[in-house]
């Protein structure tokens, strides 16, 4: 490999960063026993809404023309989000991805984040690398998928408050509540998400929204509420919203909420772990949208 050259990415790279992603995400699926993705699987919307939030955080790692290697950070208001990380199988451990996390851990500095965290996977190796970046394990994170019987239990058992409806975005709201319980603006998110045409359940109490949660296809989040009683309604409600099977991403810190679910029958699936150099939030009361935003 000739000498690696580190630069931004633009929007014509992203085709060629998510094959980099789909390799190196595949290749440790099977390296864990479990099949390998599709090497034709589309560059995901939340992965475009990345770069169009964050275009400065976003790297890939070029040697002979090719990328060998992309990082993408997010900065939500003092939290720095380390999005994506991923080398290609062949150039692991060649220094390629100490070159990138390098970058994206300056761009949280020169942006002024004072708390670093990550959504990862199991793999040591990467686990390492975020330690030694100041980030420490907080709790795992459960995908879960649930059937139309176990959505049905968990209506029954959280007792879907009749002042649930489908909404028209409340931009403020949404905004506010999400401000409240993540600990940083997500206006941007926000914006991306009312735009991907999932609906918004609410609670209402006494004209205010109290939590809300989004439904996009089969999955749940994200979601946010003020008290754990106001977010699982939510959450079920959401889940009852669209009929047949959905999937959550549920951090370990929302422990009512995974209670339920395993109790109503929701599957418990891969594992994930949630690493930060600090807590901050009420991590209790917020339900990730999914990896690439949180």
């Not at 864990?32 to 400065?56: K, M, Y």
């Not at 879907?160 to 998110?189: H, I, M, N, Q, Y």
């Amino acid at each position: 490999m000739s000498e690696l050259h580190v630069r931004k990415v633009l929007p014509d790279d992203l085709d060629e960063v998510w094959r980099v992603h789909v390799a190196s995400s595949s290749d440790l699926a099977v390296r864990r026993g479990r099949p390998a993705r599709s090497a034709s699987e589309p560059v995901s919307t939340d992965t475009r809404a990345a770069l169009a939030s964050d275009p400065d955080g976003y790297f890939c790692a070029v040697a002979d023309g090719q990328i060998r290697g992309m990082v993408s950070a997010l900065v939500r208001g003092r939290v720095w989000y380390l999005s994506m990380f991923f080398v290609l199988p062949g150039d692991q451990g060649r220094g390629v991805g100490r070159a990138l996390l390098e970058r994206a851990l300056a761009y949280g500095e020169a942006r002024g984040a004072e708390v670093r965290c990550v959504w990862s996977s199991l793999d040591p190796r990467a686990q390492a690398r975020y330690v030694m970046a100041g980030m420490a394990p907080r709790w795992p994170i459960y995908r879960l998928e649930g059937d139309a019987a176990a959505v049905a239990r968990l209506g029954a058992q959280v007792g879907l408050d009749p002042r649930a409806r489908v909404l028209p975005c409340d931009p403020l709201s949404a905004e506010k509540l999400t401000a409240e319980v993540f600990g940083s603006s997500r206006a941007d998110d926000l914006a991306y998400w009312r735009g991907d045409g999932g609906p918004l359940v609410a609670i209402e109490r006494a004209g205010e929204i109290a939590a809300f949660a989004y439904r996009r296809g089969d999955r749940i989040g994200p979601a946010a509420g003020c008290d754990e009683t106001a977010f699982l309604q939510a959450v079920a409600a959401a889940s009852a919203g669209g009929g047949g099977n959905v999937t959550l991403r549920v951090p370990g810190a929302c422990a009512s909420l995974l209670e339920a679910l395993v109790g109503c029958g929701f599957r418990v699936g891969d594992l994930a772990v949630f690493l930060a150099s600090r807590l901050f939030g009420r991590p209790e009361l917020y339900l990730p949208s999914g990896p690439i935003l949180y």
